[in-house]
């Protein structure tokens, strides 16, 4: 059967930037996807996406003409609905017959086979297979019909065909007007419609800079080149990508020596989406504007107006910045011009809430916090300002009752610290009031850390007030001082604890209010900074800091971090039942956790490590069926067979050298000096019978089993490395 290679595009207004990478992708696979499933293409067939601001198409290899016939067996009823006791079809039978366009004429041909416990008749058949009109008009229905189209328009046809067209009055729900459509198969056009438009093989290149408009295209094959060459716009969305990354990095080395484009992919993808045919250039403004802090100018040039701002070695900002055009002329000068001219004002924005908000001290803004409401069951920004600073003074507390060593970075003086933190935290929300932040919500903390080091405030309090949203995402960095952490850890459990106790849990993918964002961070901070800190110590000393405003969700909140951290060590690469060993035991301090797991992973990679594992999970379903719990206590006066003794005795030297390494905190060592045990279990399961008779023996023999399942089971819970 002959085949050619497809083209598909559909050629629209400029579509939503932001969404454009995802509906290129989408339209490229659900429509191949459909043409494979319709058996018009092969599963091999190679894929490629186009997207631009005014078209998605894709180009689909050995598509063929028409999908091959398909052997088909339609079952029709039971044999005991179907044929009366002579054989004969019954009426029921004749009657599912004429509804298909048969008769019983063919009944003879009808096959009994079984079904379940009886049988039934089935019909075969020979399906057609589809044409490639048919089966490219079913997906590209299909493909448009999943488009992940964040909103959608109602427009108005202009023109159409038939006796009941009305112009005007026929409306289409789309993302965004379509005026064109090209279907080609080979050199061939493929007759499909959408959106009240017929297929053809025109469509458009760049609105000022096309050699040719309409572009015509001739084949399937010549689709990009033809745009690029007679349309000037390059249609792959990944070779646009490329182009700009490409033209930036050449302009910045243009530019100066050791300058850098600043990186942000979804900038990147977003300048991608706006321009059919990248130009970079080079713009400059005032040096006067780097006086203001390079976040606000950076955000403004980059969320306003789609610029690259070029930064030096250092990563400090540069009065140059970089344009990615999407028009090409002889002479760029009245371009860069128009875009210098377009970011002065944005810069002198950003300067002047700058000079502004230097004019109130941010102790001055505090009692403008009771003014902003929080959440309509906990109060205002105010309300909330003063529950971190409860819950800081509760975390440094924990820290001072920490048995392990805790050296802080204030002359040593846990008083300090809490001083510090109280500040910092009674300030970190009032820069929500400010004017910079009120423009540019994304530098809330950052913005309290610049005012709160001009006001010259105490040594760590800035960089407090800065970092108490750290992490803020994924990968991000951790608050960078003690007094930092400690509020960080304050604002994330106040918000953690203040919404599950009202029930405002996530569930699902909806998660409003980022609370599984927020239990990562507190997770990344206690176990990357290894504080001495007991979770659930540490969210029972904050709860008080709500009164009577919650319920105390202590339970279903340790829950909630279990099942996170649980998440995040599977995804750093912990198999599931490594991290299943660590977390059964609930250990309080997460600090901890990296050390386990290193412990269990080395423990497993021991030749004994399986035999061990199973035999504890043995010794835990034997206790778990004992009638009473049974006390870690042997007499070894009634230790009767060689085996029990011989296991006693191992576990008498074994026990002590594990342990007095578990209190040190080397948990390899712990749980290695466990395999010398690995004989003397296997003895004792081979030739002593736990329950015996003699009720004083069992117990004795429970006992000694209880005391091997403590001994192994400090670090991890060995029996969950069980196969």
């Not at 595009?9 to 454009?20: D, I, M, R, S, T």
């Not at 996406?49 to 339609?74: I, N």
């Not at 970079?280 to 701002?309: D, H, S, W």
Request: hydrophobic letters at 45%; proline letters at 5%; glycine letters at 6%.
């Amino acid at each position: 059967m002959s085949t050619a290679n497809l083209l598909v595009e559909l050629f629209v207004e400029e579509l939503p930037p932001k969404a454009l990478k995802k509906l290129g992708e989408s339209f490229a696979n659900v429509l191949a996807d459909s043409l494979k499933t319709q058996g018009l293409a092969p599963a091999a067939a190679v894929v490629t996406p186009f997207a631009s601001p005014r078209r998605l198409a894709v180009h689909v290899t050995d598509v063929a003409a028409k999908a091959e016939d398909q052997a088909v067996q339609q079952k029709l009823m039971p044999v005991s609905v179907a044929l009366d006791a002579q054989g004969n079809a019954t009426p029921a039978l004749v009657k599912k017959l004429a509804s298909m366009g048969l008769d019983a004429t063919v009944v003879p041909q009808l096959k009994r086979l079984p079904d379940g416990k009886a049988e039934a008749l089935f019909l075969d058949s020979i399906k057609a297979g589809a044409t490639l009109s048919e089966g490219l008009q079913k997906a590209l229905d299909e493909a448009l019909s999943k488009l992940p189209i964040p909103k959608v328009m109602t427009y108005q046809l202009e023109q159409g065909e038939g006796a009941d067209f009305q112009p005007g009055w026929t409306s289409v729900n789309f993302v965004r007007p379509a005026h064109g459509l090209v279907a080609l198969h080979g050199l061939q056009e493929v007759p499909v419609a959408t959106l009240g438009l017929k297929s053809g093989r025109s469509t458009q290149g760049h609105r000022f800079e096309a050699r040719v408009n309409p572009v015509i295209i001739t084949t399937a094959d010549t689709y990009a080149d033809q745009l690029r060459h007679e349309g000037a716009v390059i249609a792959s969305f990944a070779e646009r990508r490329a182009e700009i990354v490409r033209q930036l990095a050449e302009a910045a080395q243009k530019a100066g020596t050791g300058l850098k484009p600043i990186e942000d992919e979804a900038l990147l993808d977003e300048v991608t989406a706006l321009v059919e045919r990248p130009n970079v250039l080079i713009g400059r403004f005032e040096e006067a504007f780097l006086e203001v802090p390079q976040e606000c100018l950076i955000l403004t040039m980059k969320a306003n107006q789609k610029y690259f701002p070029l930064l030096d070695a250092s990563d400090k900002l540069t009065n140059q910045f970089l344009i990615v055009s999407n028009i090409s002329p002889e002479d760029p000068s009245a371009v860069i011009g128009g875009n210098e001219r377009v970011v002065r004002p944005r810069l002198a924005d950003a300067k002047f809430f700058f000079d502004q908000d230097r004019k109130k001290t941010l102790e001055s803004r505090v009692a403008g916090l009771a003014k902003v409401v929080y959440h309509g069951k906990l109060g205002t920004q105010g309300e909330r300002a003063e529950r971190v600073r409860a819950i800081a003074h509760a975390v440094v507390n924990q820290l001072s009752l920490g048995t392990v060593p805790y050296t802080v970075d204030v002359r040593d003086h846990f008083a300090v610290l809490d001083s510090k933190a109280q500040q910092a935290a009674r300030l970190a929300k009032t820069d929500l009031l400010t004017d910079m932040v009120g423009e540019f919500p994304e530098l809330q903390g950052i913005m309290g850390g610049y005012y709160a080091r001009h006001e010259g405030l105490r040594d760590g309090v800035a960089i407090a007030i800065e970092d108490h949203y750290k992490p803020r995402f994924a990968g991000d960095s951790l608050p960078r001082n003690h007094t930092g952490e400690v509020v960080a850890l304050a604002d994330k459990l106040e918000t953690l604890i203040g919404l599950f106790g009202i029930g405002q849990l996530p569930t699902g993918d909806k998660d409003p209010f980022a609370l599984r964002r927020h239990a990562l961070g507190v997770i990344r901070i206690l176990v990357e900074k290894n504080l001495p800190l007991s979770l659930p110590a540490l969210i029972g000393a904050a709860v008080p800091a709500f009164g009577e405003l919650i319920t105390n969700p202590s339970e279903p909140l340790l829950a909630f971090f279990s099942d996170r951290l649980a998440v995040s060590l599977r995804e750093q690469g912990y198999s599931a039942q490594e991290v299943d060993a660590v977390l059964a035991l609930q250990p309080e301090r997460l600090g901890e956790v990296p050390r386990r797991l290193a412990a269990v992973r080395a423990f497993a990679a021991l030749p004994e490590a399986a035999a061990l594992a199973a035999a504890n999970k043995r010794v835990g379903n034997i206790l778990k069926k004992a009638d009473a719990a049974v006390e870690a206590k042997v007499d070894a006066a009634l230790l009767k067979e060689a085996a029990e003794a011989a296991l006693y005795a191992s576990l008498q030297e074994v026990a002590p050298k594990a342990q007095a390494a578990f209190e040190q905190g080397d948990y390899t060592a712990s749980l290695q000096a466990l395999a010398a045990l690995r004989g003397p279990v296997d003895a004792f399961f081979d030739s002593v019978m736990v329950n015996a008779d003699d009720a004083a023996l069992k117990a004795n023999r429970l006992g000694l089993l209880a005391s091997l399942h403590q001994a192994m089971n400090q670090v991890a819970d060995l029996s969950r490395l069980a196969a």
